[in-house]
């Protein structure tokens, strides 16, 4: 739908409902996609957007929860606000995990709930949640619309503040009768925020520290994290670290940020981190953290993290800058633009040629590693499998656990943005649904979202949306018929206790799929593997791959809760 | 490490569940806050009194309440020149006879009796937590039947000595 540049409400005559000044706004923001669920409160908004023609792609989840996480990965994908739409009462609540998701993960995402009508708000009536008291604390920020003429200022604001600074979810709740109300008056949609001025150059004089620490530091290290993609700064940090030859090592969020095939990439750091990028951590004299938050599952024990290093930390958010590691050089700034003022600033570094050969010497010698057996199926070898049959060009999705551990370790991205993954929040169930937001966020890309098979059954449903939208998603079922990294941690935490965490149990993944008219297909040998997969991933068809793994793999190597980066254990030996 | 720090807030709807609850989630421990309109319309000011750890944890703090889209600014202002009150009633027994060794004993603190009943009396003070501490102590033989306070409100001096600057001529530097 073409919109004009003039004002919205000089294009119609008829009076607006609050419904009506919903959607204009939604087309004034350039929403394309919406990811909701009708519902008693958000009828006149559903009648809206029926009235709106073909203003807007709808996709109908079968759950909210799938509607968020598909936003998420949309969000993820191509860094633009996520929109949800959710009733009153239970279709909020249900959007919950994924706002916290978001929030943890910084994903911009902007939530319409409706409400029950001003007058009974706070009277227990049907399908009334206290939304803004739940979302308060997972939310970057939340509104309730008290006044139609707020409406489109709100909207306004609410895609401000969930794209820009350091992303977030923002929740917009609106009252029903808010929807209804008809105002002749076209209200105002300027806004003013004078408590949200995110910061986003740098402060010159830390660049300048920073390029002084640089000029003497002998074991200089790069941390790529999310902030990386947020701020689209990947050539800008390629260019930084092939200038210093600085070694770059990621966090979980942060991979793609840097292409894992470099020879400056020592790979993801933290709890399931490779030996090299833990140790350049360990024994760094200089650590350049980027957009990271340096997440209690990368630093392990906080006194063993970089205990020798000047630590320096650009983040667009002051307050994560000292939160977790004592910083001596904090550098509040957008990424990109932190990286470009380096550029330019560029100190003549002293040769760091012996510190890379170390690393490069740990690389080699103490790689990711795992034993392969004669014909089952190893998770590790499906994630190489799964990278080669496509082309590591893939958007790869993901729930949390071991299969998401593997993925990150084994399918070595080289671009941004193509890494859709549950970090903070560590939400089982996101990986399928953040598929297919990705998959309508990026129509020609191949999307492969790995899931284990608890994770799987928490969101199946979603698998309706497959064949209804055509979305060619191709679903990677890790099937080790156990909530593996839970059983991982009885097995070495917990002496083999197994309480709760064996998935004996399963549907039939295939004619599970087949039901919902997707092909599915099981794949148990490694020859069985090679014969079935390369098809069922190059097709334009979405399919379900039930890939039967062996049950006690577990994913190293790994530094125990407690420890120190330099503890790790499960090395190669 | 006790703290007085003050936001101002714009005055929206749920702003002040929004600070409290952030301070509970990250677990922070307030002692006592204190809200009211400012001079300026649609704009609030929040005092806070908190007990952090050191001096990371507080930093944690203003930046956090920094962060929130109605918190306008933030200040820690222990170590500056303030001026802090706090408001107590203190509802005490009293008869007719020691009625006037009370008036005798709240004189110097400039506090008042603002009520009077057949069996109690009610006296308000204003000033520093220390202050209405000792007021309180010296009350309580007398049995006080009711306490309510308000909580520290803070701002600054008009004037502030130039502390800052003194710490550059130290010689020992």
Redesign the interface.
């Known amino acids: 739908m073409k919109v004009e540049a003039k004002p919205h409400y000089e294009t119609q005559t008829k009076p607006k409902s609050g419904a009506d000044l919903l959607v204009d706004a939604l087309i004034q923001e350039e929403v394309k996609t919406i990811f909701g669920y009708p519902g008693g409160a958000v009828l006149p908004i559903y009648d809206a957007l029926y009235r709106s023609g073909d203003a807007f792609h709808h996709v109908l989840a079968r759950h909210e929860q799938g509607s968020i996480h598909a936003a998420e990965g949309y969000a993820r994908v191509t860094g633009k606000p996520g929109v949800v739409i959710a009733t009153s009462g239970p279709g909020a609540t249900n959007l919950i995990t994924g706002i916290a998701d978001a929030m943890m993960d910084s994903l911009p995402v902007v939530v319409f709930t409706g409400q029950v009508a001003r007058g009974v708000i706070g009277t227990d009536a049907f399908q009334e949640a206290d939304v803004?008291?739940i979302t308060?604390?997972i939310t970057?920020?939340n509104y309730?619309v008290?006044s139609l003429s707020d409406l489109p200022r709100i909207v306004k604001e609410a895609f401000h503040?969930a794209s820009t600074g350091r992303p977030g979810p923002v929740v917009v709740d609106i009252p029903k009768d808010i929807s209804t109300e008809v105002d002749d008056n076209p209200p105002s949609v300027e806004f003013s925020?004078?408590?949200?001025q995110p910061n986003l150059k740098p402060n010159p004089l830390q660049i300048k520290k920073l390029t002084d620490a640089m000029a003497q530091a002998k074991k200089p290290v790069l941390l790529a994290g999310a902030g990386i993609h947020h701020g689209k700064a990947s050539e800008e940090l390629k260019a930084f670290a092939e200038q210093h030859s600085l070694p770059v090592v990621h966090t979980l969020h942060g991979l793609g940020t840097f292409p894992g095939s470099h020879s400056l990439s020592f790979g993801m750091a933290g709890m399931h981190g490779t030996y090299a990028a833990n140790m350049a951590l360990y024994e760094c004299d200089l650590l350049i953290n980027i957009g990271s938050r340096f997440d209690d599952r990368l630093t392990g024990k906080l006194e063993h993290f970089a205990p020798k290093a000047t630590v320096a930390h650009i983040d667009v958010?002051?307050?994560e800058i000292?939160?977790n590691v004592?910083t001596q050089i904090p550098i509040v700034s957008d990424s990109k633009a932190a990286l470009e003022a380096l550029l330019k600033n560029a100190a003549a570094a002293p040769s760091t040629e012996e510190w890379y050969k170390k690393l490069d010497n740990y690389r080699e010698e103490y790689p990711l590693w795992y034993n392969k057996p004669e014909t089952d199926m190893v998770p590790q070898w499906l994630m190489e499998k799964v990278h080669s049959y496509t082309g590591g060009d893939a958007i790869v999705t993901t729930d949390v656990g071991q299969h998401q551990m593997w993925a990150a370790q084994y399918y070595k991205l080289e671009k941004p943005n193509r890494w859709v993954t549950s970090g903070g929040l560590g939400t089982m169930g996101f990986g399928f649904p953040a598929a297919i937001g990705a998959q309508l966020a990026a129509p020609d890309e191949k999307v492969v979202a790995v899931v284990g098979d608890g994770g799987f059954q928490m969101t199946l449903q979603e698998l309706s949306l497959l064949q209804e939208m055509k979305l060619p998603v191709k679903v990677i079922i890790v099937n080790n018929q156990a909530l593996g990294m839970v059983r991982q941690w009885q097995e070495s935490f917990y002496e083999k206790r197994y309480s709760e965490s064996i998935l004996s149990t399963q549907p039939d993944f295939v004619k599970l799929a087949e039901s919902y008219n997707v092909r599915g297909m099981r794949i148990e040998s490694q020859q069985d593997l090679e014969e079935k997969l390369p098809e069922a991933l190059s097709n334009d068809e979405p399919v379900v791959v039930d890939c039967r793994v062996l049950q006690q793999e577990n994913v190293y190597p790994m530094i125990a809760p407690g420890k120190g980066i330099h503890e790790m254990i499960g090395v190669k030996p | 490490m006790r703290r007085i720090v003050t936001a101002t807030v714009q005055n929206r709807s749920g702003v002040l569940n929004r600070v409290t609850g952030l301070l509970a989630k990250r677990q922070f421990n307030i002692e006592s806050i204190s809200v009211g309109r400012t001079e300026a319309e649609g704009i609030s000011k929040m005092t806070f009194v908190v007990d952090v750890e050191d001096e990371r944890k507080l930093e944690q703090l203003t930046k956090q309440l920094n962060k929130q889209i109605d918190v306008l600014k933030v200040s820690d202002i222990t170590d500056k020149a303030i001026v802090a009150s706090e408001l107590a009633l203190i509802r005490v027994v009293s008869n007719a006879q020691i009625r006037n060794e009370i008036q005798g004993i709240i004189e110097p603190f400039r506090a008042s009796i603002i009520d009077i009943s057949k069996d109690s009396l009610t006296v308000q003070v204003t000033g520093k937590h220390e202050k209405i501490e000792a007021l309180i102590d010296l009350l309580r033989p007398y049995g006080i039947k009711e306490l309510a306070r308000t909580g520290l409100t803070a701002f600054l001096r008009g004037q502030q000595p130039q502390v800052a600057e003194m710490k550059n001529y130290s010689i020992l530097k």
Not at chain 1, 193 to 196: C, D, N, V
């Open positions: 803004m008291g308060t604390p970057k920020h309730q008290q503040i925020l004078p408590g949200y958010d002051p307050a000292g939160k004592p």
